[in-house]
């Protein structure tokens, strides 16, 4: 099998394996799960064969595979059905494919009871296929095919518990705010076309870099601008990020599929291939900064202040993507992808655990679980992984993310001092301050989680027995690239641009250091605030874990409102994070009310609007169609009540006419 057969066949896999699993789903049950794992699971071996024949991208000097063949000559810019996989490419392909496989085989025991587990399983194997092909893409077009399917798997799977309100509203949210980035995005798409004269990112790369071939855009500005829109959208970055958090209504899987590895990878991975239009405008980059920095700060605060394990993680999510568009705003696509790929182990570790901690505990919410003891003896396998994950979340050496994060601040560095060519220091200032006072939140929450979910204190957890060996089975696979797998940063710069991500000696000791001491801060208020715990219970557990994973997850969503408060924050005073916030818990609670402030702008006018629309289409415009049908069904029933079939009435009718015209005649000829 040559290389080219296998990148083609990496997408198509899950692709088929979605249709045939939509086809025979409910007709063949028992096909449903080696339909939904052995396609992925084939597609992540061929993606490691195509990664392993690569052997490296443009640092180690291996030439990009590609290949093309036209797909429509629509007489002005062509559309090519055509991949290009370099280094950056190769190592995205196994990230998703492995963890689409690892949430597949997790799914089996997850949702093993769910009767919607047919369409779930297929709707999981079409995303991983779009998710790829965006991957693979070498032409827009096509990759804004997987981009556009992407988003409507996303819209049926947040919405797979459509029983409740939660997961409705929720699916709905994430569907429009990422088509409002989309619609600038494709303008962008064509923009950047036009000025080209293609729509294939290697020519497009090709054009920006060579200083032979290259030649400046008409319109960088514009273009990276209406690119980054729908970057935002899609990887939820300030001001488009909130949609994320309530995405979590969700089954876990799905979270953990769609933070680890698809939907909000793609804008980062996006603007990775597209850096060179980016790069052309130093006003552009310095709005990626400002929108990096922004996200990073704003997103940790929030996550510090949320309830719902999910919703801390899916904020931690947003924060992290927000260290990688700040590692592309400084111009180091490498450190970007670096940390993509090491974030995507360790987040998707982080959800799937989540996944046994919420069954296990009976509830979503920390302020329970904090009210609970024995819930680390409970489910062991769950406990060590996560607190590995945590660690690598906080960026704590030698985990994946210590490594990975150091690479996107010591890029910063290296701006901020003025060594980036084309990259303003302000640029590199922002994103590096930025990051290290995330780096000394992130430590915060990370330890919050850990503290309230595995230390409580309380009535003991009930015992509901183990895990399904699946569910465990994949923690520990995940566990290894997220203890490990940042000790790679010597090796995968050839895998990219060649540039360095070795730790600097400055941004190694201040991110350290800021992220002990955030968890030695929390640590310290937890002590503090503990004791508040015993004395202030905040009711029973509402969710049932004695039944299937599933099921307790969706009711603990359907129920956590109404047992313990606020979905985003319960009135918890023993919560170390409300210490901490002070008066800004409140506010940063319920995402520093960014929402009530979407409410306030587009959706009560656009709601007025309908409403005004409505009343016109029913008092204004019906009444003239009424009318207009009204008029002729009253002459017809004056006409119908004058047949009466009556001969004589007729004859009688006629005379009196032909007298009435007679005598207007007479009159008309008389000049009267």
């Not at 923009?191 to 090709?206: K, N, V």
């Not at 979407?598 to 009318?627: H, I, Q, W």
């Not at 009688?652 to 007679?662: F, K, P, T, W």
Request: aromatic residues 8%; neutral net charge.
């Amino acid at each position: 099998m040559t290389t080219t057969t296998a990148a083609v066949l990496v997408p198509l896999l899950p692709f088929l394996g979605a249709v045939a699993g939509l086809l025979v789903g409910r007709r063949a049950p028992g096909f449903v799960r080696p339909l939904a794992v052995l396609p992925t699971l084939a597609a992540a071996g061929l993606a490691v064969l195509v990664a392993v024949r690569q052997g490296g991208g443009a640092g180690g000097g291996t030439a990009p595979l590609t290949a093309a063949t036209r797909l429509a000559d629509t007489g002005s810019v062509p559309v090519d059905l055509a991949l290009q996989i370099d280094g950056f490419a190769a190592l995205v392909a196994v990230l998703v494919a492995v963890v689409a496989c690892c949430v597949q085989i997790y799914s089996t025991g997850y949702l093993r009871d769910d009767p919607r587990y047919p369409s779930y399983a297929a709707l999981v194997s079409l995303f991983t296929a779009a998710m790829l092909l965006v991957v693979y893409s070498d032409d827009l077009i096509v990759l804004l095919v997987g981009w556009e399917i992407m988003g409507i798997c996303s819209y049926f799977l947040v919405g797979h518990y459509w029983e409740t309100g939660a997961a409705r509203s929720a699916s709905l949210k994430a569907f429009l705010v990422t088509k409002l980035g989309d619609v600038p995005f494709l303008i962008g798409i064509f923009a950047l076309a036009g000025d080209t004269g293609t729509f294939r990112i290697s020519e497009i790369h090709t054009r920006l870099t060579s200083e032979t071939a290259g030649a400046p855009l008409d319109h960088p500005t514009l273009i990276a601008l209406l690119l980054l829109a729908g970057v935002a959208g899609k990887s939820a970055q300030f001001p488009l990020h909130t949609w994320l958090p309530d995405a979590m209504a969700g089954p876990t899987p799905v979270s953990a599929l769609i933070h680890a590895a698809t939907m909000v990878a793609a804008g980062v991975y996006v603007v990775a291939r597209l850096l060179p239009v980016f790069a052309s405008s130093a006003a552009a980059l310095a709005v990626l900064a400002a929108m990096a920095a922004v996200t990073m700060v704003g997103s940790a605060l929030a996550a510090l202040a949320q309830d719902d394990i999910k919703r801390v993680l899916a904020y931690s999510t947003v924060g992290q993507l927000g260290y990688m568009t700040g590692a592309l705003a400084v111009d180091d696509r490498g450190a970007a992808v670096f940390h993509l790929i090491t974030h995507g182990a360790f987040k998707a570790l982080l959800f799937l655990g989540a996944g046994v901690v919420i069954h296990a505990a009976g509830s979503n919410s920390l302020a329970a679980m904090s009210r609970m003891s024995g819930l680390a003896q409970r489910i062991p396998d769950a406990f060590w992984t996560m607190t590995v994950a945590l660690l690598a979340l906080a960026a704590i050496p030698p985990f994946a993310g210590f490594f990975s994060k150091e690479a996107v601040l010591g890029a910063a560095e290296h701006a901020a001092t003025g060594h980036t060519s084309g990259v303003p220091e302000g640029v590199g200032w922002t994103v590096l301050l930025a990051g290290l006072l995330t780096a000394l939140l992130t430590a915060g929450y990370a330890a919050r989680l850990w503290l309230l979910a595995f230390r409580g204190q309380g009535e003991p957890v009930p015992d509901h027995g183990k895990q399904p060996v699946a569910m465990n089975v994949v923690l520990w696979v995940l566990f290894l690239p997220t203890a490990a797998l940042g000790l790679a940063y010597g090796t995968l710069p050839d895998w990219f641009d060649g540039e360095s991500l070795t730790p600097t000696l400055t941004t190694s000791v201040l991110g350290t250091g800021l992220a002990l001491g955030g968890g030695l801060v929390m640590y310290g208020a937890w002590r503090h605030t503990s004791a508040r715990a015993r004395r202030v219970p905040l009711g029973a557990v509402a969710a049932h874990p004695e039944a299937a994973d599933a099921v307790s997850e969706a009711e603990a969503i359907a129920t956590h409102e109404a047992a313990y408060g606020s979905i985003a924050g319960a009135s918890d005073p023993a919560d170390p994070g409300r210490l901490l916030l002070g008066p800004l818990h409140r506010h940063a609670a319920v995402g520093f009310h960014l929402d009530a402030v979407y409410g306030a702008l587009f959706v009560r006018p656009v709601r007025a609007a309908a409403r005004l629309v409505r009343f016109l289409d029913r008092e204004v415009v019906e009444t003239y169609v009424r009318g207009a049908g009204g008029a002729p069904r009253l002459l017809g029933a004056a006409v119908r009540r004058a047949q009466t079939g009556n001969v004589q009435t007729y004859l009688g009718a006629l005379l009196a006419g032909s007298l009435v015209l007679a005598v207007a005649a007479v009159l008309v000829a008389a000049g009267a």
